[in-house]
């Protein structure tokens, strides 16, 4: 397979249109073009511009086109000050393309004479040649040099001294060793790969056929504070919950912070360890994760797929969408009022409520869920993570990354659901917190749901 290397000029020219591309490079365009008409790019309004703007940039050699900046006013519409530190939304789109390409060629592009890539560490795009197989006809076979083909004159008769060495039986042993070493050579390759695949119940909603959505809480909500009422999540997709927030007397400065915390993408360090703890736990498939905050998550991209959400509704309102299908529902009585867990339907020797009673960063004892249920169109799974804190969300994602702790939940689920493993469930975690860190971690609670 060789790799086509486009020619890079230092510059700042727009990309020049695609007739003026070298005759490859057309060629190339075209692949880019049917990719972009295929029916998994149709799906995206973003991605087939994004590729094409790529494609452009990299066959003309437009290395100042290629830049996060330059991509992010091109495709996406930003302004001149956007900075990338903030806003990561070109970041996630390149790493769905990254995956989309991938597909592409495994599935209807598997025939294409040449692939495209986007290597790590960059927004050029790479183009492979694909070699295509060829058969022998026969008038080429007689061509091959003679200790490749027999000559028409010689019959099998003429070439049967040159076996009578052998025993009749070698064949067979051959065969049969090399089955064996066939075979312990899968067999330790299965199990390599086995170990590195993810545990349950995170291989439930990572898998390698699709992507997985990781939505991280929105640390920006806390604006919602400003307010005397909680919202909802029709009105936080619409940012208006930030209407009438603002105080007639708030200073230039204040005003400031009001707008960039409105418009920027922040989350918390206990979301930024939950992403490392999930990619981790992914393990091979790891590049199946799409990380996206919050805030730029639309309605429809929740209908379809696998998806993980951090943080309970206070921070992550999407959350809301699944809360008429559970039992633990975290609850806020009032934006500054106590935090509780509501159990709906308490099982012996479970309590109606559990609460805390202290706010983030101090020490206490916490309480989180962690809830697998269907997606909202049933094709697909979520993976809820939320804790009444920062500290439980923490707890509840160290005890996912924990074997031993993943052991205790399957077998509490078992007990209680006949001996069998139930698809869906949910489980309430309690941990204690000192300074704002879990010293203890334990499932107290496991609640098996019907899909």
Same mark, same amino acid.
């Given at each position: ?132 197989? !060829? !058969? ?300 704002? !860190? ?14």
């Amino acid at each position: 397979m060789a790799t086509v290397p486009p020619p890079i000029r230092d510059n700042n020219d727009v990309p020049a249109s695609t007739s003026s591309v070298p005759v490859q490079g057309s060629e190339y365009m075209l692949l880019v073009e049917r990719i972009a008409h295929s029916e998994a790019f149709q799906k995206s309004l973003r991605l087939p511009a994004l590729l094409r703007y790529l494609a452009a940039c990299t066959l003309q050699g437009d290395r100042a086109g290629l830049t996060e900046q330059a991509i992010g006013r091109a495709v996406f519409d930003k302004t001149e000050d956007f900075n990338p530190t903030e806003d990561s939304s070109v970041r996630v789109y390149v790493r769905q393309l990254r995956l989309r390409l991938y597909e592409y060629f495994q599935s209807v592009g598997v025939n294409e004479s040449a692939l495209i890539e986007i290597p790590k560490g960059g927004y050029a795009l790479a183009f492979h040649s694909r070699p295509v197989p !060829s !058969s022998v006809s026969p008038e080429t076979e007689a061509e091959l040099p003679g200790a490749m083909a027999l000559p028409a004159t010689q019959t099998a008769s003429d070439s049967a001294p040159a076996k009578r060495g052998l025993p009749t039986w070698f064949p067979w042993a051959l065969v049969a060793v090399l089955a064996v070493v066939a075979i312990a050579g899968w067999v330790r390759s299965y199990r390599s790969a086995s170990a590195s695949l993810p545990p349950w119940p995170l291989n439930q909603v990572v898998e390698s056929q699709r992507p997985t959505t990781v939505v991280l809480a929105d640390a920006s909500y806390v604006l919602r504070l400003l307010g005397d009422r909680q919202f909802t999540l029709d009105e936080y997709v619409d940012h208006k919950y930030t209407r009438g927030l603002i105080p007639e007397d708030a200073t230039r400065g204040e005003m400031t912070l009001f707008h960039y915390l409105q418009d920027a993408q922040i989350t918390s360090m206990a979301d930024a360890r939950a992403a490392s703890s999930f990619t981790s736990l992914a393990g091979t498939l790891h590049d199946k994760l799409v990380f996206r905050s919050a805030k730029e998550v639309k309605g429809d991209t929740m209908l379809t797929g696998n998806f993980i959400l951090v943080g309970a509704k206070n921070s992550n309102p999407w959350v809301e969408l699944y809360e008429p299908r559970m039992n633990f529902r975290l609850v806020e009585s009032g934006i500054h009022g106590t935090r509780y867990i509501d159990n709906r339907n308490p099982r012996p020797g479970e309590q109606p409520f559990y609460a805390v009673h202290e706010s983030t960063g101090y020490s206490g004892d916490d309480y989180a869920t962690i809830s697998l249920l269907p997606s909202l169109n049933d094709q697909g799974a979520t993976l809820l993570v939320q804790g009444l804190r920062r500290e439980g969300t923490e707890a509840a994602v160290e005890f996912l990354s924990s074997a031993s702790r993943r052991d205790q939940l399957e077998v509490k689920l078992r007990a209680v659901n006949g001996g069998g493993l139930p698809k869906y469930f949910e489980a309430l975690i309690q941990s204690h917190a000192v300074a704002g !860190s879990a010293t203890s971690i334990d499932c107290i609670a496991v609640h098996p749901l019907q899909p």
